[in-house]
């Protein structure tokens, strides 16, 4: 088993590094560095930029923009673009509707979403999870009815990520409800968010920010061509899809980058005078995460060597976002304890160059304990693993 790159990698990693020196906009990098908020627009710039290189959408297929890296050339280019602080790529067009379209798609959905999402043209958010219906969420009920050349669409989704940005949304709804087992007569719709009879409604979460909203469907009228896959087959496009949702959570890149500023933050003085760094308990706190991301990395290098070979991560993918949720939330835990009050949006009167991340980092510490729910829970994943990697 090789845990090393091999030269050519790291002549990539440096190209890589370099390139995101020159082009990664300071005023992005700075606002994710210190955990502000990003704008629609922040996030279209930094797309826009990677698709002006060509580097938007490494694993589409060549002839549609994707650059005919490798896997582990795709692993360098995302952990490093967390490394350097680049605002994150939302996924919901890039990396969750368009691998659908290839696999499910037909020749016309490709050909008139693809390269919309390619450009940042059209912004994408996902409509899977309804009230009462997450984990559990082959019992969704959003209905939808053929008429004709349309299907009319009835219902509510929740928790869906940045729908008050979104130009369409792609949805799994009921198509036929008289059939025993919950799994079929679900279909994948993609909707148009203008479209009458939609009302997205925020969700205020308790780190104050507007991320997540409530879509509520009355009477919309969907073209029929806008189907993927055959009616009462949805759930086939949702388990692929739910795979593709896995890959990126460990994110290992931001996570050293926020290593390195948990070290920085706990080596200042305090009011006694002794930095929190010379805390035996702290340090003994720090250390374990320390090693707890050195593992995780090295279990994502046996897996991309896996990959080198041909072998495809399964479940094993669960593993990943188990442990890289985990250490991202211990880190925000270490810092909220190495800033202490700062850490509140009124204590910036003290100036020791670090306000801005003082200031920001109680919200980012509540938004934080998203990630062990979302894209599938925790809990979830290690049933997952039981069942299919343990064989329990
Ligand atoms: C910030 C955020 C963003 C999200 N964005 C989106 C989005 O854009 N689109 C979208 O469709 N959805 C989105 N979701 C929804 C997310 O996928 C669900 O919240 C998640 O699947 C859990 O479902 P639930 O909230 O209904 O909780 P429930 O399924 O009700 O679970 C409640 C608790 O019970 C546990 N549990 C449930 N079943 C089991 C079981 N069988 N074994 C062990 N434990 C179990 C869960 O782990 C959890 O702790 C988002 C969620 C969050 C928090």
């Known amino acids: 088993m090789d845990l090393d790159y091999s030269t050519e990698e ?28 990003l704008s629609k627009e922040d996030l279209l710039r930094w797309h826009r930029i990677l698709a002006e290189k060509g580097w938007i959408a490494p694993a589409w297929p060549v002839e549609w923009g994707g650059t005919h890296w490798n896997a582990v050339q795709r692993y360098i280019f995302e952990e490093e673009c967390g490394y350097a602080a680049a605002p994150p790529l939302i996924p919901f067009g890039i990396a969750m509707c368009a691998p659908v379209l290839f696999e499910f798609g037909t020749e016309e959905q490709k050909k008139r979403f693809l390269p919309r999402i390619y450009r940042g043209d059209d912004f994408w958010c996902q409509g899977y999870s309804e009230p009462g219906s997450g984990s559990d969420l082959a019992s969704l009920r959003t209905a939808a009815v053929r008429h004709g050349e349309h299907y009319v669409v009835n219902g509510q989704k929740t928790w869906t990520t940045l729908a008050h ?50 879509v509520f469907f009355d009477e919309v009228r ?35 980058r926020d290593l390195e500023r948990l070290k920085e933050l706990a080596a200042r003085e305090t009011k006694n005078g002794e930095p929190l760094l010379e805390d035996a308990r702290f340090r003994d706190r720090l250390s374990r995460i320390e090693i707890e991301l050195m593992a995780l990395e090295i279990t994502n290098l046996r897996f991309l060597d896996q990959l080198r070979g041909g072998r495809p991560p399964g479940a094993e993918v669960s593993l990943l976002k188990i442990k890289g949720t985990e250490i ?34 109680a919200a980012r510490y509540c938004n934080y304990r998203k990630t062990s729910i979302y894209a599938g829970s925790n809990e979830i994943q290690r049933n997952i693993i039981a069942k299919r990697v343990l064989d329990l």
Not at 10 to 37: C, I, M, Q
Not at 224 to 252: D, P, S
Not at 329 to 356: C, I, K, R, S, V
């Open 328 to 361: 991202q939330q211990a880190l925000t835990e270490l810092m909220m304890q190495a800033m202490g009050p700062l850490a509140q949006p009124l204590a910036t009167d003290e100036t020791d160059g670090f306000e801005a991340l003082d200031a920001a980092f």
């Open 222 to 256: 969907v073209p029929a061509e806008n189907l993927v896959f055959e009616e009462g087959k949805g759930w086939t496009v949702a388990k692929y899809l739910l795979g593709y949702e896995r890959m990126n959570t460990g994110r290992i890149g931001a996570s050293k």
């Open 165 to 214: 940005m979104a130009d369409w949304i792609f949805c799994l709804v009921r198509t036929d409800s008289a059939l025993d087992k919950k799994q079929e007569g679900i279909s994948f719709l993609l909707i148009d968010m203008k479209t009458p009879g939609i009302t997205v409604r925020p969700l205020k979460l308790m780190d104050g920010g507007h991320e997540v909203n409530e």
């Open 10 to 37: 790291r002549a990539f990693r440096d190209e890589v590094r370099g390139w995101l020196r020159e082009n990664l906009p300071a005023d992005l990098r700075g606002k994710v560095e210190t955990y502000g908020s």
